[in-house]
Every structure is written in structure tokens, then in C-alpha cells.
T-cell receptor
């Protein structure tokens, strides 16, 4: 089944404890992206990747890192999480930029 | 700076009625997307509009794009309860980056 998977789906952590949220797609998509969803703010793009080893900042990249070493994987790294990074995070992929995006199930992160 | 504004933010309507959701964007993006999100779920793609005058229809939903007015509309015909969801429009930015900007969403509730 063609899909985007994220792990974990739920995570509660403490301020400053490094964490990684994984994202994987099995559709051979070139474009991958991370978003955060907050009430009243819609979705905001954190980082995106045009292809392997090609990443760039979205509109809210502060406090996040990404890497794209393989086409299928695009992990989101929070080196030192803070409470303002408490949010619902979505990974998405598309065959190329400007095609429709396929979204993962979401990861609900709480930083205390 | 590309901005995407949706209105209304909330919409409560009776079954069988028609209504339109508006999506205004602020720059010359010529790619517009509509997504649906059910409560507690991820986003799924509804429409991709790639050129001025584009119109797409799926069931009771019809989307259109006017790039000159920088306006896209999502028209709902004879609403049914199953259409209750949050609808997002998103624009793709062309000016040397490959970002997406999402609107804040329209929460639609169809009353029986």
C-alpha cells in the first residue's frame, strides 16, 4: 500500500531532550516536507526536500533540523525541544514539487 | 511575502444548501491546492488547480482558480453531513523557492 508513515504517533518529552520523528514513504517521491499544525494557524512548513541531499527551510525552521540521506526517509530532529514546539506534526511527500502532497498520519508532540 | 487567507473560518450550514469557501492569496502563485481534514485525522488532497480558469469537480465539491484575481473558490452543492470537515487551501510559491503556504482552514459543519 502506497503510504507515508511517521513514528512515533504520540510523544511526550521534556525540555532539552533531543528527539527524532521519522518519516518514510514508499512511493519513490522526490519532494518531502514537514509541517506543524497549531490551532488557528493552519499548517506551516518547517523544512522541505527536493530530493536526496537537497533540503531547504520553510517558514518556521527555527529549532528543527532535517536530513535526506535516502529518497524514502526524511527525519525531523529537535536538538533541544522547548514547550513552544508542542504541536501536531505532519510529514508529506509528492512525486515532484507542485504535485499534490500525500500526508502521513501525524505525530502529536508535547514538550513539558 | 506570500499569504493565503481563507474565509469564512467557520461555516455551519444545513443539509441541502449551497455555499462557497474563498481562498485569497497575495502573490503570483499559479498553483492552488485544496485539502480536506477530518477531525483527528490527516489531510487528503481534493483538487490541484494549475492554471487560470481551471475548474475541477468531484461529487458535491467544485473548485476554481482565477489567477488574475488571486482567488480560488470551493463551492459546495447540496451539502450532506459527510462533508463536515476542515478544508484548507494552499498555494505553491514560485519565486526561487519551493515552499507551500497553507490557509488557516475553514471548519465546515453540515447540520442534518
Amino acid at each position: 500500500e502506497a503510504q507515508v508513515t511517521q513514528n512515533p504517533r504520540y510523544l511526550i518529552t521534556v525540555t532539552g531532550k533531543k528527539l527524532t520523528v521519522t518519516c518514510s514513504q514508499n512511493m519513490n517521491h522526490e519532494y518531502m516536507s514537514w509541517y506543524r499544525q497549531d490551532p488557528g494557524l493552519g499548517l506551516r512548513q518547517i523544512y522541505y526536500s527536493m530530493n536526496v541531499e537537497v533540503t531547504d527551510k520553510g517558514d518556521v525552521p527555527e529549532g528543527y533540523k532535517v536530513s535526506r540521506k535516502e529518497k524514502r526517509n526524511f527525519p525531523l530532529i529537535l536538538e533541544s525541544p522547548s514547550p513552544n514546539q508542542t504541536s501536531l506534526y505532519f510529514c508529506a511527500s509528492s512525486p515532484r514539487v507542485y504535485y499534490e502532497q500525500y500526508f502521513g498520519p501525524g505525530t502529536r508532540l508535547t514538550v513539558t | 511575502e506570500l499569504k493565503v487567507e481563507q474565509n469564512p473560518l467557520f461555516l455551519s450550514m444545513q443539509e441541502g444548501k449551497n455555499y462557497t469557501i474563498y481562498c485569497n492569496y497575495s502573490t503570483t502563485s499559479d498553483r492552488l491546492y485544496w485539502y480536506r481534514q477530518d477531525p483527528g485525522k490527516s489531510l487528503e488532497s481534493l483538487f490541484v488547480l494549475l492554471s487560470n480558469g481551471a475548474v475541477k469537480q468531484e461529487g458535491r465539491l467544485m473548485a476554481s482558480l482565477d489567477t488574475k484575481a488571486r482567488l480560488s473558490t470551493l463551492h459546495i452543492t447540496a451539502a450532506v453531513h459527510d462533508l463536515s470537515a476542515t478544508y484548507f487551501c494552499a498555494a505553491g510559491r514560485d519565486s526561487g523557492t519551493y515552499k507551500y503556504i497553507f490557509g488557516t482552514g475553514t471548519r465546515l459543519k453540515v447540520l442534518a
